[in-house]
């Protein structure tokens, strides 16, 4: 108990110091200077301190359409999350079960992972301009007469961009889904259909009431990851642009903080939904532990 710490442990504690100051110190740093008085500018020391940069935004400020923007992406990220979170545990469902094709469609699955995002985001704007060219030139030839006048193209948020958002949720909900039921007791299951449930029922009442924690982290993950896209969205979103797309934009044109100020209300968003999903999830597992205390004292 007396033994001093060797040197070692000052030396990883330094190191662990610094890179935890290297991971967040800009990020503190944006959020700090987001508060900067009306004459302040992009670095220290702080001119004052206001929320003149925060009123800007939300005007307008003469640099993005703020209000466009925080929408669209919301209403992606929301779909993204419903979609992730059905096909994650459907998937899940399926995979408890061999079947042909298994190893296969799992590695499929989960192999935009190790893909560069950047060329994900090329290869499905790539698709989509073949679908564009084929309509426009061979639309009228096989019955799409109507859709090719007045077409343009088929890129666009829910479609190419909301593509491209779930190549990179889906396999984060799917491996979430494995581990969750790698760990599932299927005796369970086995009871509620001695006891005469359909397997609606089964998963309705005992296996989804027992993964509904974890399901809320998926969505989490599926609306956190598609709110914070970038490199996905930027060639396959179509014409318009996501709140991230719009920081991109901004960061070589804009000379003011209003750019701190955006960067720290879209981070106040993800952090809001965090909070949020933590919250659901603690509810849950504290309602989880006292229907399994009732449980327990009505075998008594």
């Not at 070589?252 to 999903?277: E, H, N, Q």
């Amino acid at each position: 108990m007396g033994d001093k710490r060797p040197r070692s442990f000052y030396i990883l504690a330094l190191f662990f110091s610094a890179y935890v100051l290297f991971l967040y110190g800009p990020m503190i740093a944006i959020y700090i200077l987001s508060f900067q008085g009306p004459d302040g500018g992009l670095t220290f020391p702080m001119n004052g301190v206001s929320l003149t940069w925060f009123g800007k935004v939300f005007s307008g400020g003469g640099i993005v359409d703020i209000g466009a923007a925080f929408k669209r992406s919301l209403a992606l990220g929301l779909v993204v999350m419903v979609i992730t979170v059905v096909l994650s545990v459907a998937a899940g469902m399926a995979f408890r079960k061999p079947f042909r094709g298994a190893t296969m469609l799992f590695y499929t699955a989960i192999a935009s992972l190790i893909m560069p995002s950047i060329i994900t985001s090329l290869g499905i704007a790539l698709e989509f301009r073949l679908i564009d060219d084929f309509v426009n030139k061979h639309g009228a030839d096989v019955g799409l007469g109507w859709l090719a006048d007045g077409y343009t193209t088929a890129m666009g948020l829910f479609s190419s961009g909301l593509g491209a958002h779930l190549t990179w949720t889906l396999p984060f909900g799917l491996l979430i889904m494995f581990a969750i039921f790698n760990r599932f007791d299927g005796r369970l299951e086995e009871a509620a259909r001695d006891l005469g449930a359909t397997p609606w029922q089964t998963f309705r009442h005992v296996v989804l009431p027992i993964i509904l924690p974890s399901v809320v982290g998926i969505g989490l993950f599926g609306f956190t990851l598609s709110w914070d896209e970038l490199a996905r969205s930027s060639q396959a979103i179509g014409s318009v642009n996501t709140l991230p797309l719009e920081l991109q934009g901004l960061t070589t044109t804009v000379t003011k903080p209003d750019i701190y100020a955006l960067g720290t209300l879209t981070s106040a968003v993800s952090f809001v939904v965090i909070f949020a999903a933590l919250s659901v999830i603690l509810v849950l597992q504290a309602r989880q532990r006292r229907q399994g205390s009732d449980a327990g004292k009505g075998m008594l």
